[in-house]
């Protein structure tokens, strides 16, 4: 077994403010991509 770094040896450890701030990034982007969905239905007609 080999004690290498999966990704980015020397990057820092995650802290739990980057950890929410990832989630905060994930969560605004599942918003717009719901809202381009729904402008997308609306212009091109309910099925």
């Given at each position: 077994m080999a004690d290498e770094p999966w990704l980015n040896g020397t990057a820092?450890?995650?802290q739990p403010a980057?950890?929410?701030?990832?989630l905060a990034l994930y969560r605004r982007v599942m918003v717009m991509l719901a809202t381009l969905m729904a402008?997308?239905?609306?212009l091109n007609g309910l099925p």
């Open positions: 820092p450890e995650p980057d950890l929410a701030r990832g402008l997308i239905i609306l």
